[in-house]
């Protein structure tokens, strides 16, 4: 019976898996408004029915991949985190670490623009968000309160460390530069100065 379980959950972690890649990639090709539940689940490979056993809605279906999509970013980003770190190293660490997850799941990432720029996102549920980057967050706190960097509001501080990355890793701006890891370091250098005391 256990090992008849198991192998269920793992094929319905599949499904969803599945479920959620076809979202991205059909919401990327032709947007929120014309990916339907039956076009997802046609590209997913799976029933409508299907979709519905894990999602209430096509709405619930958006917000929940937008949710894992930046738990996974965020995951990504405390890649080696250590609160023990010189501030400097843990916030160049999380920049570098957010370039390696844009350039391997630029797909995940054109999503979540599109999604943040959509009247869905008022739909997320920022506290609990916000509560996959804390730690960075306190990192910053951390900065400001031993005086190292501006001691100005965090989301100034993460839009000028981490906003360049964003542009950088992403092609349809920048479609003739592509960024080495020396580019990143010197970015994340440069965004460093721009916010160190």
């Known amino acids: 019976m256990f090992i008849y379980y198991r ?11 599945a479920i959620i890649q076809a979202t991205v990639d059909l919401v990327n090709e032709i947007g929120f408004v014309s990916s339907s539940v039956a076009k997802i689940a046609k590209r997913a490979n799976v029933s409508p029915a299907t979709i519905y056993i ?8 958006l917000v929940s991949t937008y949710m894992q999509i930046k738990t996974c970013l965020g ?7 250590d609160p023990s770190f010189p501030v400097r190293d843990a916030l160049m660490n999380a920049g570098i670490n957010l370039f390696n997850y844009i350039s391997k799941h630029a797909d995940m990432f054109y999503f979540t623009e599109q999604f943040a720029n959509s009247p869905y996102n008022d739909l997320v549920d ?7 980057f804390q730690p960075l967050f306190d990192m910053l706190k951390r900065g ?12 100034l501080l993460h839009s000028h460390l981490y906003y360049p990355i964003f542009n950088l890793a992403n092609p349809r701006l920048n479609p ?22």
Request: hydrophobic letters at 40%.
């Open 176 to 197: 003739n530069f592509k960024a080495s890891p020396k580019d990143i370091e010197l970015a994340m250098s440069m965004a460093w100065d721009a916010i160190k005391l």
């Open 144 to 155: 400001i309160k031993e005086k190292i960097i501006k001691d100005v509001p965090v989301e």
């Open 54 to 61: 894990y999602y209430q809605n096509k709405e619930d279906l």
């Open 7 to 17: 192998a269920m959950r793992v094929k319905d972690e599949i499904k969803q898996e």
């Open 75 to 81: 995951q990504a980003l405390m890649d080696h985190f």
């Open 126 to 132: 920022k506290t609990e968000i916000e509560q996959v």
